[in-house]
């Protein structure tokens, strides 16, 4: 069964400052795909990146940047410089493909979120 | 291009009576997701639909919950009758899928908040 543990369930971080969300994940597949959604405070969820277990390069979109690591089964996301519009939930998402299969899992199995708060 | 569509955005209704939520897909998305977001259980996704042939529904939680896709452009979500327990925020998603091996990204609407008092 697929699993994703985000342990920092609250952080709060003064502007400008930098800060790491954590995700830890389980799967026994080999092929998965791993996301991650902003839920600001309207309530709406934002896809911001999807990375497959095959590519571990790190990714970088302006002031963020994710972590891909399959070693110690993470997929952490670094907010730089951060801001106050940064303030939101961040849930990281885990879907198991099946190959040959035809067809995914297609199920995002969601961590519980972090709750980022960045103060001015 | 238009986002996932949701409505109603807010729903308030008493216990026992039946609440249809609804849901327009992205255009040209083959898969078409129903979620229910509580503070306690976090996102849990109910039940998934490819070409609007139901795939998976172990999520919904009793026989009070159903859902429908007539067609590609419409979902609807029946919670018949209601209780307070139902009471949370709903969210539609949709997807272009993907292929073996692959899977896309999914795309949210802005949810319907349900209070079922």
């Known amino acids: 069964a697929q699993k994703v543990t985000q342990a920092q369930t609250e952080i709060s971080v003064v502007e400008k400052e930098d800060v790491t969300l954590d995700c830890v994940y389980e799967t026994r597949d080999t092929t998965y795909y791993l996301f991650w959604y902003k839920q600001p405070p309207s309530g709406e969820l934002v896809f911001l990146i999807r990375?497959?277990?095959?590519?571990?390069q790190n990714e970088i979109s302006g002031r963020y940047s994710w972590n891909f690591q399959k070693s110690t089964s993470s997929f952490n996301f670094t907010i730089t410089a951060s801001q106050v519009v940064d303030s939101a939930v961040y849930f990281c998402a885990l879907s198991e493909a099946q190959e040959g299969s035809g067809a995914g899992s297609y199920q995002l199995t969601f961590g519980k979120g972090t709750k980022l708060s960045v103060i001015p | 291009d238009a986002g996932v569509i949701q409505s109603p955005r807010h729903e308030v209704t008493e216990m026992g009576q039946e609440v249809t939520l609804r849901c327009k897909p992205i255009?040209?998305?083959?898969?078409l997701f129903w979620y229910r977001q509580t503070m306690m259980r976090g996102l849990e996704l109910l039940i998934y639909?490819?070409?609007?042939?139901?795939?998976?529904d172990s999520g919904m939680p009793e026989d009070r919950f159903s859902a429908k896709m007539p067609n590609a452009s419409f979902s609807t979500l029946k919670i018949q009758p209601s209780e307070p327990r139902d009471s949370a925020v709903y969210f539609c998603?949709?997807?272009?899928?993907?292929?073996?091996?692959?899977?896309?990204?999914?795309?949210f609407g802005p949810g319907t908040r349900l209070t079922v008092t």
């Open positions: 639909f490819n070409n609007n042939v139901p795939i998976d």
């Open positions: 990375r497959n277990s095959f590519d571990e």
């Open positions: 255009s040209g998305h083959d898969y």
């Open positions: 998603a949709s997807s272009l899928g993907g292929g073996p091996g692959y899977i896309d990204e999914q795309y």
